[in-house]
């Protein structure tokens, strides 16, 4: 079965303070990974697609990159605005659909 | 471009009844996902239309329908209301490229008395 996990579930970071959340996948085919952001209340934003192993994206302070079997999206001196749940999502080869990981709640303390 | 816009924004309604949800997508965008999203189980997807026909399909039960016209705008509606209904509705629009990158709305909450 396809699965998509996340981890941590939730991170509390002081502003500054680079880390980087996980995001592991057993799919049948992987067509495509993608990063959502998503504030309370609020439909997800798009941030990254990401399509063959070695990939990388950035955008200010987020880095998005993929192995074969994971993906991390690292964030760099990240400031309170970048608080939100981040969100990881497969599209699996031959079905029009998205499988999303539980996602992790970062919150970043000033 | 506006984004993907959704109506109603809330909803209250009672077990047994019937809703309907309305998603507007980004103009140009043939494809439209549902997604219901909840504490428990998170995003999970219910259906996706492309040019008016349901191309893929989530394990969600019959209660849960939709439809797209041929504006690409979409409705889903969901009969017979059960307290487990109560959600967050996510609708997303993507062009047919190979980006496929979807763009979400803000969702219909949905709460079930």
């Known amino acids: 079965e396809d699965q998509v996990t996340q981890s941590p579930e939730a991170l509390r970071l002081q502003e500054g303070e680079s880390s980087s959340l996980n995001c592991s996948y057993t799919v049948s085919g992987l067509r495509g990974l993608f990063w959502y952001r998503q504030d309370p209340g609020k439909g997800p934003e798009f941030l990254f697609t990401l399509y063959s192993a070695g990939e990388e994206k950035e955008k200010e302070r987020l880095k998005a990159t993929l192995t074969k079997k994971e993906s991390f999206l690292h964030i760099t001196a990240p400031k309170p605005e970048d608080s939100a749940t981040y969100l990881c999502a497969v599209l699996i080869q031959g079905a029009q659909k998205l499988v999303f990981g539980q996602g992790t709640r970062l919150t970043i303390n000033p | ?113």
């Not at chain 2, 993907?4 to 996902?33: A, E, N």
């Not at chain 2, 219901?36 to 492309?50: A, D, H, K, N």
């Not at chain 2, 008016?52 to 979409?74: H, I, L, V, Y």
């Open chain 2, 1 to 113: 471009k506006a984004g993907v816009t959704q109506t109603p924004r809330y909803l209250i309604k009672t077990r047994g009844q019937q809703v309907t949800l309305s998603c507007s997508p980004i103009s140009g965008h043939r494809s439209v996902s549902w997604y219901q999203q909840t504490p428990g189980q998170g995003l999970q997807f219910l259906f996706e239309y492309f040019s008016e026909t349901q191309r893929n399909k989530g394990n969600f039960p019959g209660r849960f329908s939709g439809r797209q016209f041929s504006n690409s705008r979409s409705e889903m509606n969901v009969s017979t209301l059960e307290l487990g209904d109560s959600a967050l509705y996510l609708c997303a629009s993507s062009s047919s490229g190979q980006g496929y990158e979807q763009y979400f709305g803000p969702g219909t909450r949905l709460t079930v008395t």
